[in-house]
């Protein structure tokens, strides 16, 4: 039986901008590096693997990163994913992330399916969404 999401893997160019990006901008929870290429976050109980695409050097990940390798397709990075993320106060948590610097798409709205949110660009343009049910 299935009981969760457990894990996403994201495939970066640059794996040290990723980390900044979720470390310190996005207030993500770093545990550490589970490989000089790949980093690993948590955000509640989902973890995050931010993965350096061309970094896997025992063919770990059975060639998954080979489009990006063999096609140079940097941009086919981020394109067909949208993380989304549940938040206690997207209004809160929106202030603080843009004073940290991050770019949001817009300011947090009330969405016609009964979330409120705001969403963002990591650096390799995955596109995330934080809300929380809106308040009516």
């Known amino acids: 039986m299935l009981r969760n999401f457990r894990y996403i893997l994201l495939f970066v160019k640059d794996l040290e901008k990723s980390v900044l990006f979720y470390r310190d901008i996005m207030g993500f929870t770093f545990v550490g590096f589970e490989a000089p290429h790949i980093a690993q976050f948590k955000f509640g109980e989902t973890v995050i693997y931010v993965h350096h695409d061309g970094g896997d050097p025992k063919g770990e990940f059975h060639g998954l990163d080979a489009p990006y390798n063999e096609l ?3 941009e086919r990075r981020g394109k067909g994913v949208l993380l989304g993320f549940g938040v206690d106060d997207v209004d809160q948590y929106y202030r603080e992330v843009t004073e940290r610097g ?12 009964g979330d409120r949110d705001f969403s963002v660009r990591d650096p390799d343009g995955y596109e995330i ?8």
């Open 72 to 74: 140079g397709s940097v």
């Open 129 to 136: 969404w934080f809300s929380q049910p809106a308040q009516h």
């Open 102 to 113: 991050v770019v949001a798409h817009h300011s947090p709205i009330n969405q016609e399916w």
